[in-house]
């Protein structure tokens, strides 16, 4: 049987290549803790699925238009846009089946074979895959390690557009990072903004995380000068509203990019779900307290975490203001336990303690010249009791081969 070359291309989230040793490991009878997966195991706010529920009853379970039904894509034009300081109308609301589907869509409607698209890496390693399948070039821009985190190496940037193949077209940009956690500086965000202008680049913000944050406000980089019509902002109910597996989220883009993607929402799954949508109309109208209670056990496992992982010897981690991801270095500490390969490493934590991460190869294929080990935690779907019992027993299972 012969498929289509472009599958070799394809990619996937690695993440999940994780759980499938966790889940082999803890059939066997094994204790696991999983840290490897972005998942959420709150429960959705109430009044959200009960929203479905009155939905469904209500005989909202046929199509419904591509872009979505016009009270989501009301009601998330004006909520995203007055958290960012500007002005959508519902016409800039594309609805998608989840945040994902954002990512590949921009893709198909900006970039031609052959193109380059600029994007993090380490980075969620469904850019990389997208990119690669549809034809285009991928240009991966790296991240430095500083005092309190990471940042944006802006000359790889620049000196990856200059030397690209062909045209560079776009350039996926993540703030509140995953897997880093990280999150720009102000000067960071403007010299992206200067290099998407310079190179009259579109940009898809990725901003999953964008009110998932412990302290302080964020800021998109569609609010900065020049940006807003460039600017494709990725939008998801995942994390937020503890929705992973509803699969709901909306791209808002400048009007022919959006009417572009509400075709592809035709031919690819017709519509989203409409009693989803009329959930996620509840989640963004509604005046529950809800998302405030899941940020506040979110930040509650974030410190309980942070402060498990501060305490072995060898690990460095920043401790980030948003998202659910702790990014460590663990170079020091696997030479000192005789590990050489992070992957080795992160098979022997499972057998010997249970918790279960990923590792930076998970998030894009290393670069040249990388020289430390880095980890991620998402501490997301455990509780504080969990957090705490499992990353003790994996400082003392390193502690111990001192």
Same mark, same amino acid.
């Not at 959420?40 to 529920?53: C, D, Y």
């Not at 609301?93 to 900006?110: E, H, L």
């Not at 990119?131 to 309190?148: K, N």
């Not at 949508?277 to 930040?299: C, F, N, R, W, Y």
């Given at each position: 049987?012969?498929?289509?070359e472009?599958?070799?291309n394809? &990619?996937t989230?690695?993440?999940?290549?994780v759980?499938l040793?966790?889940?082999?490991?803890?059939?066997?009878?094994n204790r696991?803790y999983p840290?490897?997966?972005? =998942?959420?195991?709150?429960?959705?706010?109430?009044n959200?699925?009960e929203?479905? *529920?009155?939905?469904?009853?209500? +005989?909202?379970?046929?199509?419904?238009a591509a872009?979505?039904?016009?009270?989501?894509?009301?009601?998330l034009?004006?909520d995203i846009?007055?958290?960012?300081?500007?002005?959508?109308?519902?016409? *800039?609301?594309?609805?998608?089946?989840?945040? $994902?589907?954002?990512?590949? $869509?921009?893709?198909?409607a900006?970039?031609n074979?052959?193109?380059?698209?600029l994007y993090?890496n380490?980075?969620?390693?469904?850019? #990389?895959?997208?990119?690669?399948?549809?034809?285009g070039?991928?240009?991966?821009?790296?991240y430095?390690?500083?005092?309190?985190?990471f940042?944006?190496?802006?000359?790889?940037?620049?000196d990856?557009?200059?030397?690209?193949?062909?045209r560079?077209?776009?350039?996926?940009?993540n703030?509140?990072? *995953?897997p880093?956690?990280?999150?720009?500086?102000?000067q960071?965000?403007?010299?992206?903004?200067d290099?998407?202008?310079? @190179?009259?680049?579109?940009?898809?913000? %990725?901003?999953a995380?964008?009110?998932?944050?412990?302290?302080?406000?964020?800021?998109?980089i569609?609010?900065?000068?020049?940006?807003q019509d460039?600017?494709?902002?990725?939008?998801?109910?995942?994390k937020k509203?503890?929705?992973?597996?509803?699969?709901?989220?909306?791209?808002?883009?400048?009007i022919?990019?959006?009417?572009?993607?509400?075709?592809? *929402?035709?031919?690819?799954e017709?519509?989203?779900?409409?009693?989803?949508?009329?959930?996620?109309?509840a989640?963004?109208?509604g005046?529950? =307290? +809800?998302?405030?209670?899941?940020?506040d056990?979110l /930040?509650?496992?974030?410190d309980?975490?942070?402060?498990e992982?501060?305490?072995?010897? +060898?690990?460095?981690?920043?401790?980030?203001?948003a998202?659910?991801?702790?990014?460590?270095?663990?170079? =020091?500490?696997?030479?000192?336990?005789?590990?050489? #390969?992070?992957?080795?490493?992160?098979?022997?934590?499972? /057998?010997?303690?249970?918790?279960?991460?990923?590792?930076?190869? @998970?998030f +894009?294929?290393?670069?040249?010249?990388?020289?430390h080990?880095?980890?991620?935690?998402?501490?997301? &779907?455990?509780?504080? %009791?969990?957090?705490?019992?499992?990353?003790?027993?994996?400082?003392r299972?390193?502690?111990?081969?001192k």
């Amino acid at each position: 049987m012969a498929l289509a070359e472009r599958l070799g291309n394809l &990619g996937t989230e690695t993440a999940f290549a994780v759980s499938l040793a966790a889940a082999d490991w803890a059939s066997k009878g094994n204790r696991v803790y999983p840290f490897h997966l972005g =998942d959420i195991n709150l429960p959705t706010p109430a009044n959200i699925a009960e929203a479905m *529920n009155v939905a469904i009853a209500e +005989g909202k379970t046929g199509y419904c238009a591509a872009a979505g039904i016009a009270p989501l894509r009301e009601a998330l034009a004006h909520d995203i846009g007055q958290r960012r300081g500007l002005t959508y109308e519902p016409t *800039n609301v594309v609805v998608q089946p989840g945040g $994902k589907p954002v990512i590949g $869509k921009f893709i198909q409607a900006v970039m031609n074979p052959g193109d380059g698209v600029l994007y993090p890496n380490p980075g969620y390693p469904i850019y #990389e895959s997208m990119i690669e399948y549809y034809g285009g070039q991928s240009l991966a821009y790296r991240y430095v390690q500083t005092d309190t985190g990471f940042a944006i190496d802006i000359d790889h940037l620049r000196d990856q557009i200059a030397s690209a193949s062909g045209r560079v077209t776009a350039i996926i940009y993540n703030n509140l990072q *995953n897997p880093l956690g990280c999150e720009s500086s102000p000067q960071e965000m403007q010299a992206i903004a200067d290099i998407a202008i310079e @190179h009259d680049l579109l940009v898809l913000a %990725d901003e999953a995380y964008f009110e998932m944050r412990y302290s302080g406000d964020s800021t998109s980089i569609a609010s900065l000068p020049g940006m807003q019509d460039r600017t494709v902002i990725l939008y998801t109910f995942s994390k937020k509203f503890a929705m992973t597996g509803w699969r709901l989220g909306a791209a808002v883009a400048p009007i022919a990019i959006a009417e572009s993607l509400a075709k592809l *929402n035709t031919n690819d799954e017709s519509c989203t779900t409409h009693f989803v949508q009329a959930a996620g109309v509840a989640g963004i109208t509604g005046s529950g =307290d +809800g998302p405030k209670a899941i940020l506040d056990e979110l /930040h509650r496992r974030r410190d309980a975490a942070w402060a498990e992982l501060a305490q072995i010897d +060898g690990l460095v981690c920043p401790r980030p203001e948003a998202t659910f991801y702790l990014f460590p270095k663990v170079t =020091d500490l696997m030479a000192r336990m005789g590990f050489d #390969e992070v992957g080795a490493f992160a098979t022997a934590a499972l /057998h010997h303690t249970g918790v279960s991460f990923c590792t930076r190869k @998970h998030f +894009g294929r290393p670069q040249p010249g990388e020289q430390h080990h880095f980890v991620r935690f998402a501490y997301s &779907g455990l509780s504080v %009791d969990d957090i705490q019992e499992g990353l003790s027993g994996l400082r003392r299972w390193i502690e111990a081969a001192k």
